[in-house]
Each structure stands twice: as structure tokens, then as C-alpha cells.
């Protein structure tokens, strides 16, 4: 499978081919109803309520309306709008045909949206839930697994299963395994069992087990989920809200030099009047969309670069009237920008940030430059190094104009990574004493020598070298193995406890993209290139 097209991530109801999304009242239906002809790139057939990438894109944008355009839903319904097949998982062939790095950047897309959903129970207080009303089986149990109830229903042949060990010879890979043992508490045995049986697990067992919440006959199936949802609804904490935020065009310019969104003001105001054009919300919708078709489409740009350019104050004023607003809105932006930053933590690229005169990495700012590897600062005034047409006042020699950073409230907390902890707490991780260090340093500009003597960052060059530093730290990471860079940003990046979260993306997903790339799976006699043919795999018995 090749793709000749960029891929995009903005999609609208109005067009969805695969989800259809139903409104009523408290609860939305999300019903997959997939268009077998409607595979994202040619080559494959969606049988069976399977999915490819295009499937997915619609399921994210279903979950992010559903957060920001309706705040009176309160549970949220998925299953399927075909009889006696609720989703057989993402789609073979689209597999087995893919690139190494397609089917990677697939799964972490998935993963991500999962992630979301569970997201926005804990949350929003949009609870999902899973009614299974057929067969269910790899990604589509995933789908239900990331619910947090899941009703079966009882047919003496629905089942649930996660057959990509035996059938594929890969694992499920947007977090089952995982969900299976660390978030419904099956037993280690039971789920080895489980993933090594293409049948499925239905019924009575299906319960015990703890795959399953409640077997439901198929006679009075969809009262009995009408009845739980609203039962979840008048449970949720979903703050009260009448006038939903509609997410309107990014109108994203694609030139030869790269994705030119337009430009948002930092100017606080009312962010219900804002709606979309709020800058907090405009800014995060504009950085996932960038980050997505980066990903997605520029597989060999190994090294991004992260600028920024504005007034610092006007930055923390807006920061101040979203965390201080506490209604359903600002929740919403809050936990947008967190997963958005989160987005970026997994994005497996050398990330450096470059903060010099004229530059805006305060507060919630800073969070990006903390993302990064590696946080560069200019000690002196402005030069020009990779673009100079961002040369500023601060060329002038005499100018006042330096390179900060500021920290504030939400650097300590108000934006966790994946395993819980703020960036700062990763950054200095068990370093209490020096985290108290830096909260009594809040809410004032850190100039280059303090933000280096702190310990924010990598180095801070004075103006004579600044341009060559950059030079050389660029190409000095260009010369190195991508895949080795991969492995050890993930390793560098992620420190502390572990949480589903990081075992899904750290351990699973390293362990999945290897797999993927070995004969015995993706070989010419590997079981997913061998799946549907009527041959058996081929395998090479050397454990490694």
C-alpha cells in the first residue's frame, strides 16, 4: 500500500463515511457503520466494520465535538449500526500492504484516540460506554476496552477476542493487552488464554473473566443500554453548560515550505464570545493538527525545531483567565492542551527548543520548550540563525531586549505527561528541594544565565556562537540512526512510576513496532502477510 496524498485530520459529521453520531439529550449514540469502499488509500476492502487510519480520524473528531460542541452530554454510547458485528478490529489488509512507518504512526494515532476517551470520562464527565451487539474482536475490543463499562450482548455467539497472537502473529496494538490486566484486573493466566485463543471468549465466561461488565439478552438489548447510560448520565461530574463552542475550519495553507495557520492574538476576553477563536484553544486545535500531519506525512523530517514569538505577558494574562474561569470551557481547553502536549511527548522526533529575544515561553508556553530534548537560550541580543526574517529589535547591540523564560502556576502541575508527573517533576525527578527552588522563582522573567543556572536549560550560547552552536547541535543529531534516536528520547523522556498510559506507549508500542518489522510476522511466509491466503505461517522458532 502506498499513499500518493497527504493525509489531513480535520473532518465534519456532515461527511462522515464510517460514524454516525446521534444526539439524545444526555447521551450521544456513536454507531459504526463502516463503508466498506471508503478505505483511506486504494488496495483494501473494510469488511466487517473494520477500520484503516480514515476510520479513526473520524472517530477523534466525533470524541473532540462531543467535549467542546455539546456540554449538556453526559454518556456517550458506542456500538455498532450493523446487525451481529460490532468491529472486527483495524483491517488486515491495510496491515499487511502498509509501511513500517504507517502502520506505527496508525497505531500510536489510535492509541491516542483511546486515550481520549478514557480522557473524557475521568474528566468531562462524558462517560463511555461499549454495547457490543456482535462479534468484537482485536481493535474493535480495544475501542470497547478504552469504555468504561462494556455491556455483551447474550446471543450464544457474540463474542470478544483478541486474536493477533495466534492469527497475525503481532499484539494488539492499541493498548489491549494492557487494559486487559491493568485496567479490568483479568488474571495474568486467564489473560494469556485469552490472547492466545482466535475464538473469542462469550457469555457467562466473558464476565467472570472480567472481559465483559454484564451479558445482556438481545431481546431488550437497547433499553437495557439506554437505561445504563442515562444511569451514567445523572452520575457524571460534567460541569453545567448550555451553549456548546462549534470547532469551526483550521483553514490550514499547504505551501513547499511547510503548514501556515493563521495568525491568533493573545489577548484575554470572554472565551465563550471567542468560541473557536479563543487564542488558548485556537492555538492547541492549530499545534494537534500540526503535529498529525507532520507525523503522518513527513516521515523523514527527524528534527523539529520549536519557536516561538510574542508577548509574554499577554501569554500569562490569557493563561490567568482560562485556569481562572473553572466552568465546563476552560476544562475543556485545559485538558485539550494537556493531551495536545502529550501528543508531542510520544512523537518520536528530536524535539529542540530555541528561546531567544522576542520569543513567548512563558507559562503554559513553557511547556513546549520543557517537552523538548534539549532547551537552548540566547544569552545576548538577537542574531540571525535559521530564519532571518524573525530578526527583531533585539539585533541591536544596545537593546534591552534578552531571551526569558517565566514559570508559573501551570508548569507545576496543571499539565501532566503520561506517567503523572509535570514536566518539571520529570525534569528533576525526586528532586523535591529544587522544585520548591523553582515554585519560589514563579511569575518573573528568568533571564539566560539564571534559566541556566536552574537547570531549564541545555545551554545558553552568547550571540558570537549562538548561530553556529545551533549549526552544529542540528547536524550532529542528523548524522545519528533515527531508530536508536527513538529508543532513547522514549527512554529519557518518560521517568518515574509507570501507568497505563506509559506501559501502552513505552513498553507495548516498543514491543509491537519490532515485531512488525520481523519475517515472522511481515516476512513474505509471515502470518500477517499469510492471513486470508489458506497457508500457514512460516516461523523461525529463535526466541530473541
Known sequence: MTTTRSVTFERHPDTYRHWRLRLDGEVAWLELDVDENGGLVDGYELKLNSYDLGVDIELYDATQRLRFEHPEVRAVVVTSAKDKIFCAGANIRMLAASSHHWKVNFCKFTNETRNGMEDATEHSGQ????????????GGYEIALACEKILLVDDNSSTVALPEVPLLGVLPGTGGLTRVVDKRRVRRDLADVFATRSDGVKGKTAVDWRLVDELVPRQGFLDTVRARASDAAQRSTRLPGKTGVELTPLNCEVTEDGLKYRHIEAEPGDLHEEGADGWLLALTRELDDAILRLRTNEPELGTWVLRSEGDPAKVLAHEQAVLGAKDWLSTEILHYFKRTLKRLDVTSRSLFALIEPGGCFAGLLLELALAADRQYILDGPAVATLDPASRSSADDEDSEERASITLSEANFGAFPMGNGLSRLESRFYADADHLARLARERDRPLSAAEANELGLVTDAPDDLDWADEIRIVLESRASLSPDALSGMEANHRFVG???????????????????????NASGPEGALRRYGTGQKAVFDRKRV
Open 127 to 138: 462517560t463511555y460506554l461499549a454495547a457490543i451487539n456482535g462479534t468484537c474482536a482485536g
Open 497 to 519: 512510576p509507570e501507568t497505563i498510559e506509559t506501559k501502552i506507549f513505552g513498553r507495548l508500542a516498543a514491543w509491537q513496532n519490532w515485531i512488525f518489522t520481523r519475517e
